[in-house]
């Protein structure tokens, strides 16, 4: 019998997907949020740190740091929001920023 790796263990509590390189969760409930929306409350967080931001059309990209890992949130007008990881030991700081967020 293979061993379940942690990522697999963890995909039973939240639904990350892999996609490619990285590892998404999509925030439905952000889904409406306009960009200002979104930085008020990733700047009123002591945790989270904006290293960049990116409007590529109708989508707006954040790179941001949570313990000492970065991630990726994609807010796109037509696909909605979604929060990435590109590595899968980012995966347990990933699940305590989504938690972090009430989302």
């Known amino acids: ?12 509590f939240m639904e990350f997907l892999k996609i490619k390189d990285y590892w998404t969760y999509q925030l439905p409930e952000w889904d409406n949020y306009y960009k200002e929306d979104i930085e008020d409350i990733l700047n ?11 409007m ?21 007008l037509v696909y ?7 590595k899968e030991e980012d995966l347990p700081q990933m699940e305590q920023l989504i938690k972090s967020l009430d989302v």
């Open 1 to 12: 019998m293979k061993k379940s790796s942690f990522a697999e263990k963890l995909l039973l």
């Open 44 to 54: 009123s967080m002591y945790s989270i740190t904006i290293l960049d931001y990116v």
């Open 56 to 76: 590529e059309g109708d989508v707006d990209v954040w790179t941001i740091r949570y313990k000492d890992c970065d991630f990726i949130l994609v807010n796109d």
């Open 80 to 86: 909605g929001c979604e929060i990435r990881a590109p």
